[in-house]
T-cell receptor, first 113, second 113 residues
Framework: AQSVTQPDIHITVSEGASLELRCNYS??????LFWYVQSPGQGLQLLLK??????LVQGIKGFEAEFKRSQSSFNLRKPSVHWSDAAEYFC???????????FGIGTKLQVIP | DSGVTQTPKHLITATGQRVTLRCSPR?????VYWYQQSLDQGLQFLIH???????AKGNILERFSAQQFPDLHSELNLSSLELGDSALYFC????????????FGAGTRLSVL
């Protein structure tokens, strides 16, 4: 069965600092990987996705993520965080031809001035 | 705007009651997913419908049921409500493809008093 681990429940960073949110997945074959963001009171919005090819993927709002098969990881990064990035971030894993997507528990990001 | 519409936005009801949550998927999307998000459980997959047929079940209680209608909108019925059913309920939709990108609605916040 596929699973996702987001080891950090809460992270606090200063505005302008770099950010890395960790995600580890468990799946037997090549996974499809996603990062979603949820602003307070809102639904989840897709930030970026990895299906195949280049292991460094670019997303919206200046985010990127790198797929590392050897580490079963798909960490989300941003070089300089803005106050508007404060939200909850969810990593998710799916599989080709199989419609279920499994979400991690989420990481809440707080941005301080 | 994801294109997924959920109504109502907020619902307040009493224990023992029954409610219906409604979801209209993005135009052309055949799949609808329902999720429950609570503080202690995170984002839990409930059920998936594809073109009117149930495809997968997750952690859905027997008191809960769902259906997808010929026009592809979906309803989630929650009955014999308990205090613990208070949560955000999200609907997501995706196109019929092997790559399962889900687009989320803004959610329905259910408060059971």
């Amino acid at each position: 069965a596929q699973s996702v681990t987001q080891p950090d429940i809460h992270i606090t960073v200063s505005e302008g600092a770099s950010l890395e949110l960790r995600c580890n997945y468990s799946y037997g074959a090549t996974p499809y990987l996603f990062w979603y963001v949820q602003s307070p009171g809102q639904g989840l919005q897709l930030l970026l996705k990895y299906f195949s090819g280049d292991t460094l993927v670019q997303g919206i709002k200046g985010f990127e993520a790198e797929f590392k098969r050897s580490q079963s990881s798909f960490n989300l990064r941003k070089p300089s965080v803005h106050w508007s990035d404060a939200a909850e971030y969810f990593c998710a894993v799916g599989a080709r031809g199989y419609q279920k997507v499994t979400f991690g528990i989420g990481t809440k990001l707080q941005v301080i001035p | 705007d994801s294109g997924v519409t959920q109504t109502p936005k907020h619902l307040i009801t009493a224990t023992g009651q029954r409610v219906t949550l409604r979801c209209s998927p993005r135009s052309g999307d055949l799949s609808v997913y329902w999720y429950q998000q609570s503080l202690d459980q995170g984002l839990q997959f409930l059920i998936h419908y594809y073109n009117g047929e149930e495809r997968a079940k997750g952690n859905i209680l027997e008191r809960f049921s769902a259906q997808q209608f010929p026009d592809l909108h979906s309803e989630l019925n929650l009955s014999s409500l308990e205090l613990g059913d208070s949560a955000l309920y999200f609907c997501a939709s995706s196109a019929d493809s092997e790559i399962n990108i889900q687009y989320f609605g803004a959610g329905t916040r259910l408060s059971v008093l």
